[in-house]
């Protein structure tokens, strides 16, 4: 089984204002690739600094979306799923993206590690230094690198506690 955490940072309240990428690519739930990257929003106007530390400044010289998509693409070839925390907001900002740049939406589903955390450890509340917390996953909150790997382990974790239960109701 293969799947790709993201996280998206966004430079303001628009969906299609990704400042920064984090994808970290888990085969056989071993973790394969990380990729981090800065993105040029296609505004310069930053609402969400103080979450994020990323300023205009920072990303005025980094690849639009849709210059940096054929280098994060093959990260995505052979995913069976996405996942992410709160996946509503990351999917929402990756299919703005690829359309704000024409670029054909990545027909893979979408994984929450919100949702799943709730279900199968019935974790509340379920923010993710929390939920990181519950595990002592390391997470440099809202840094997409950390982020991204963050989501990535609980979902492995997810992944074992799912086969664990499996095999005992054989």
Known sequence: MTFLAIDFETANYSKNSACAIGLVRVENNII????????????SWFVFTDIHGITWSDV???PTFGELWPL???MFDGAD??????????EGVLRASCAEYGIEYPDIPFQC???ISRKIWNIYPTKLNLVCEHFNIPLDHHNA???TEACAQIMMLALKEMEKENSNKR
Do not use: G
Not at 32 to 40: G, N, R
Not at 81 to 90: K, P
């Open 32 to 43: 394969t690739e990380k990729q981090t990257h800065l993105i040029k929003p296609p505004t």
């Open 60 to 62: 005025k010289d980094s």
């Open 72 to 74: 994060i693409k093959p």
């Open 81 to 90: 799923f996405l996942v992410a925390h709160n996946s509503s907001f990351d």
């Open 113 to 115: 590690t919100v949702k």
């Open 145 to 147: 690198a950390s982020d």
